[in-house]
T-cell receptor, first 114, second 115 residues
Framework: ETGVTQTPRHLVMGMTNKKSLKCEQH?????MYWYKQSAKKPLELMFV???????ENNSVPSRFSPECPNSSHLFLHLHTLQPEDSALYLC?????????????FGPGTRLLVL | AQSVAQPEDQVNVAEGNPLTVKCTYS??????LFWYVQYPNRGLQFLLK??????LVKGSYGFEAEFNKSQTSFHLKKPSALVSDSALYFC?????????????FGAGTILRVKS
């Protein structure tokens, strides 16, 4: 395992539900990321946090709301999602956001929106 | 535009044969290149990266990749494939944006190794 954990691993929710995805890293890293992986599409970067500060919001709809209370934890709050939001949501961390830094990924949360 | 192309959706190889998974890139500035592997129902695992130095980079599980600046390529290779190498492989390149760096990923290549 990479030292990045995600819960839950699977989630089914209706379009009116509110749920949260959790990510925790045990690597002492300072940067954390949320990615969306849809079938037959490249990974899409959603949000970047560096030292708890959001440094990038990659034009993500407001129904996705990130939260980073400290450098080890990252949440993705979900509300009023659409069926097209069904995907694998991956969390990653790295020491910093320099281009040479390796990102380490968690196992992902498989989300199904009905 | 800064991008990565993986021209093959799928690569099939017999166990014991050498394998190559292709990747080409387009970036401004010096290219930082990465390979990741994804097994079913798992996240991405880091294999190797090129930042600077020797063009031949060695990584995990016997994989290596060769950086070729003139051909803007970073192909992943392994001398002898194993059935357990069957997975989805992603190439990625560091893209320099106004606000910082981001990784741009290719669409992925499925590698199938048959016994």
């Amino acid at each position: 395992e990479t030292g990045v954990t995600q819960t839950p691993r699977h989630l089914v929710m209706g379009m009116t539900n509110k749920k949260s995805l959790k990510c925790e890293q045990h690597l002492g890293h300072n940067a954390m990321y949320w990615y969306k992986q849809s079938a037959k599409k490249p990974l899409e970067l959603m949000f970047v946090y560096n030292f708890k500060e959001q440094t990038e919001n990659n034009s993500v709809p407001s129904r996705f709301s990130p939260e980073c209370p400290n450098s080890s934890h990252l949440f993705l709050h979900l509300h009023t999602l659409q069926p097209e939001d069904s995907a694998l949501y991956l969390c990653a961390s790295s020491r910093g956001t320099g281009g040479e830094e390796t990102q380490y990924f968690g196992p992902g949360t498989r989300l199904l929106v009905l | 535009a800064q991008s990565v192309a993986q021209p093959e959706d799928q690569v099939n190889v017999a166990e014991g044969n050498p394998l190559t998974v292709k990747c080409t890139y387009s970036v401004s500035g010096n290219p930082y290149l990465f390979w990741y592997v994804q097994y079913p129902n798992r996240g991405l695992q880091f294999l190797l990266k090129y930042i600077t130095g020797d063009n031949l980079v060695k990584g995990s599980y016997g994989f290596e990749a060769e950086f070729n600046k003139s051909q803007t390529s970073f192909h992943l290779k392994k001398p002898s494939a194993l059935v357990s190498d069957s997975a989805l492989y992603f190439c990625a390149v560091r893209a320099v944006m106004e606000y910082g760096n981001k990784l741009v990923f290719g669409a992925g290549t499925i590698l199938r190794v048959k016994s």
